[in-house]
């Protein structure tokens, strides 16, 4: 890559119009040309290195000399740190001209601790650290609008600003290299990084702008002038541990009986920590209650929180009944967070399992673990089953050095599925479509006007927007069904509620123009052959997937019995696993249920940019190829909400023998109904055979 560059001088005296909301971008146009030889490459590795690990180990760095480097001006300078490859730090400058010294000093401090998407660097980790520096040239417009720009863009040469709506993203030149991207792709995800829509570079109102760089990088350890010592400083010495211990029992002892305690332990200096939890652990039983807290990117006081959490502990303690003896407290105290990953791809051989903890995250599930006597692939192991990974190749895993007298613990924290009440009450009734009877009855009549004749569909899929937008389509869908005695609707899952994967454990859906049937036994069945899939009201309590279409099915099938499930993320292997057990599932049934998928199609794209990627996503139903689909929408960020639940369908069907045809009935945008182009969200309606 750095020869590459170094083939194309940077045209450092470009020019760019000013944006408004850009001053902090500006563009100098008598910044030198950057050429780098060998030893100018390895000064700035080694300055940037020394500079990242001093303020990793809080000393003072190596002092690294630039020479003839140190004072010329440069438009922005980027340090960037990986870890196999994965990034795990980048932050810099750019487009306010400084001395290369200064500018790449403040890059390597912010790269070091400032990355606002990571907790800053671990000496433990820098031995496994690579790193880049990258100089960076002027800002240059590009006078290219739609899809002239990709001609604009060369890989591997050009680095990418977005600005749009106020926001604006950033890539470096190196980042489409180091993931295999064409320059439509490269487009796409700075816009992304901007918090843009994908495509948002094709819009005439979107400014972009390319720069240049070089880039020099090598192993953050051989750049260093001394080793460095990993071990992370305990956060208390082993006698003042002893004391805040024995503070922390005398204490909760002292709240039980109602006396006031210290809020602060004097003997013990006070820590910014990034992990604490008290262990309760019953004396006969040896049952364990843990109250928990951690922060992997911010640090909190740590005697006010374990004063807090005593207290809360005490009143737990009170309402169990328990007396001094009956109980013992360990006391756990972490620091110095570090990034290993995902648990498929996960190395760990310089980890120490003796006085570090790991940590794994999914989503809304996350466990903190910890075992001095097992190895960290072990207790990886056990990690994966207690938290219940559902994608183990993008799981995260991080460690913490901890302080404790516990030999192990295991702290889970996960969404728990709860029954609920036999009546599921409305969640969206006011807000996607109207919340009393008269006015539901009058927009149904109007929804299922004109006549058609029903027949026999092994499946379908309609939208599940607000009924002004989407609801002609699916009522257009569902009249043209034969509908049977049961229907099981599977859409996404909109909120954070519940778990992943959620069928509703309910016996009735409580509709404002009458009630519907659901049906509990077919529900657990679900839940009992389908891995990962649970009976939780929680998920389904603020739902509108499932919910805006139960009026409909109520006025074509009122004795209809339906089975709601909603399905939260997943992949491709998942997929395949739920549809098997779906299908014997429904192979045991007397009469083969209907398969409703909810969803909607694009989001927030314009008009013809939606129906665009809408196609690519349709042709692939029509096709017959759900695995098809879930690549194109993947590949192509196409933000088809329930593109899980289509995938799920289709495979079952194919299982069954059952996959043959499919019809559009609809398609429209919300801009059909709103008259704006600009911003759309797309909706399809099919019928599957």
Aim: proline share 6%; hydrophobic share 40%; aromatic share 6%.
């Amino acid at each position: 890559m750095q020869s590459f560059l170094k083939q194309h001088p940077l045209p450092l005296s470009s020019s760019v119009e000013r944006q408004k909301g850009s001053s902090t971008m500006q563009t100098n146009p008598t910044t030198p040309k950057i050429e780098l030889q060998p030893e100018h490459e390895q000064k700035l590795l080694q300055k940037a290195a020394a500079v990242v690990v001093g303020t990793a180990t809080r000393t003072n760095p190596a002092e690294i000399a630039l020479e003839g480097l140190e004072e010329m001006v440069i438009n922005g300078a980027f340090v960037s740190l990986k870890r196999q490859g994965q990034l795990r730090s980048c932050c810099g400058n750019f487009g306010q001209p400084l001395p290369l010294g200064q500018a790449l000093h403040q890059a390597a401090i912010r790269a070091a601790k400032d990355d606002p998407r990571f907790p800053p660097i671990s000496p433990s980790e820098i031995s496994q650290l690579d790193l880049e520096v990258w100089l960076l040239s002027d800002l240059e417009l590009v006078e290219e609008q739609g899809l002239d720009r990709l001609k604009a863009v060369t890989v591997g040469l050009h680095g990418l600003q977005i600005r749009a709506d106020g926001r604006s993203g950033l890539l470096l030149p190196g980042v489409p290299l180091d993931h295999g991207w064409n320059a439509e792709e490269f487009l796409n995800q700075t816009c992304i990084k901007a918090g843009l829509p994908p495509t948002a570079w094709k819009d005439p109102g979107t400014t972009l702008l390319r720069y240049q760089g070089v880039s020099c990088g090598a192993k953050l350890a051989e750049m260093l002038t001394a080793p460095v010592e990993n071990a992370a400083t305990q956060i208390l010495g082993g006698r003042e541990f002893a004391q805040y211990l024995q503070y922390v029992q005398s204490t909760i002892e002292a709240l039980m009986h109602g006396q006031v305690p210290s809020y602060y332990c004097p003997q013990v200096s006070d820590a910014n920590i990034q992990g604490v939890a008290l262990l309760l652990q019953h004396s006969e039983t040896e049952d364990e209650l843990v109250l928990s807290k951690w922060a992997l990117k911010q640090s909190f006081p740590m005697q006010s929180t374990v004063f807090s959490m005593c207290q809360q502990l005490a009143q737990i303690i009170v309402r169990q009944n328990l007396r001094p003896g009956e109980f013992q407290v360990k006391l756990v105290l972490a620091t110095d967070p570090a990034l290993h990953g995902t648990v498929e791809g996960i190395q760990l051989t310089d980890f120490d399992s003796r006085n570090r903890s790991l940590f794994v995250f999914e989503g809304q599930k996350a466990g903190w673990f910890f075992d001095r006597d097992q190895s960290a692939s072990d207790i990886i192991s056990r990690a994966h089953q207690a938290v219940g990974l559902m994608q183990p190749e993008a799981a995260q895993v991080a460690s913490m050095a901890v302080q404790t007298a516990a030999s192990r613990f295991e702290i889970v924290n996960r969404p728990r599925a709860e029954l609920g009440t036999e009546i599921r009450p409305t969640g969206v009734a006011g807000t996607f479509y109207p919340a009393d009877a008269g006015s539901v009855n009058a927009e149904l009549d109007e929804l299922f006007d004109g006549d058609a004749e029903p027949q026999t569909w092994a499946a379908a899929m309609v939208p599940h927007a607000g009924w002004k937008y989407s609801g002609r389509i699916a009522a257009d869908v569902l009249k043209r069904i034969k509908l049977p005695s049961t229907i099981i609707v599977i859409g996404p899952k909109h909120t954070r509620e519940g778990v992943e994967w959620a069928v509703a454990p309910h016996k009735v859906w409580q509709l404002p123009n009458g009630n519907l049937n659901a049906d509990l036994d077919l529900a657990r069945r679900l839940a009992e052959e389908i891995p990962g899939l649970e009976l939780d009201a929680a998920a389904h309590r603020n739902e509108h997937a499932i919910e805006v279409e139960l009026p409909l099915i109520q006025r074509l099938a009122p004795e209809a019995h339906v089975v709601g499930i909603a399905i939260g993320g997943g992949n491709l292997q998942r997929c395949d696993e739920f549809a098997a057990g779906l299908a014997r599932v429904i192979g045991e049934l007397k009469e083969p249920p209907l398969l409703l998928i909810s969803s909607d199609m694009n989001h927030f794209a314009t008009d013809a940019e939606n129906r665009r990627l809408d196609q690519m996503a349709l042709e692939k139903m029509d096709a017959l190829d759900p695995d098809g689909l879930l690549e194109t929408v993947r590949e192509h960020h196409i933000s088809m909400c329930g593109v899980l639940p289509a995938v799920i369908v289709m495979k079952a069907l194919q299982k069954m023998g059952k996959l043959s045809q499919v019809e559009q009935v609809g398609y429209a945008t919300s801009g059909d109904v709103t008259g704006d182009r600009s911003r759309v969200v797309g909706y399809a309606g099919l019928l599957i055979n």
